[in-house]
């Protein structure tokens, strides 16, 4: 079976959906900078902190190490796109599906403070969401909307997914 690996901008819902795939399809949820911090002994902010290449190559060894496992749902950093050679490890055995949240409802939740790249404010996030999208789409082997419910937007994760693995 496939493993399934989210994709999308900081805030679209990629750990909240992850982990609620992980559950219903009883697979194991791993939040990549959660898994960089672990793999690297250091917290994204001071990988950042050394410069955003040394955060960019710790998002390699991760996207290699994780390329590698089964049975996962991973929710992937926003950023993850930036390197093709990270969709490509991560291609190898996993179904790569880009949550597309409208800026806009991104901005009524997320916490800048958390998140090193959005630390200038919500210019910032249209800026990244313009830079992005076409990477996100490009890289994807499916687009699944996040404007519903969160519900509906599992039922057709989970859809597709069944299905593409009973290929």
Known sequence: MKNLVLIGMP???????????????????IDMD????????????????????????????????????????????????KRKENIDYLKRNSLIIFINRPVENIL???????????????????????????LYKEYCDLEIGNSGTMQETLNKIIGIFLCDNHK
Not at 63 to 78: K, P, R, T, Y
Not at 120 to 128: F, I, Q, S, T, W
Request: hydrophobic share 35%; proline share 1%; net charge negative.
């Open 11 to 29: 805030g679209s819902g990629k750990s909240t959906i992850g982990h609620l795939l992980s559950q219903q399809l009883n697979m194991k949820f």
């Open 34 to 81: 959660d898994y960089i911090e672990e793999m690297e002994g250091k917290s994204i902010k001071e990988l950042f902190g050394v410069s955003e290449d040394c955060f960019r190559d710790a998002e390699t060894r991760c996207s290699l190490a994780l390329s590698n496992m089964d049975q996962i749902v991973v929710a992937a950093g926003g950023g993850i796109i």
């Open 108 to 134: 009524t939740d997320i916490d800048y403070e958390v998140r090193p790249l959005l630390s200038d404010g919500k210019e910032r996030l249209y800026a990244l969401y313009d830079e992005r999208i076409h």
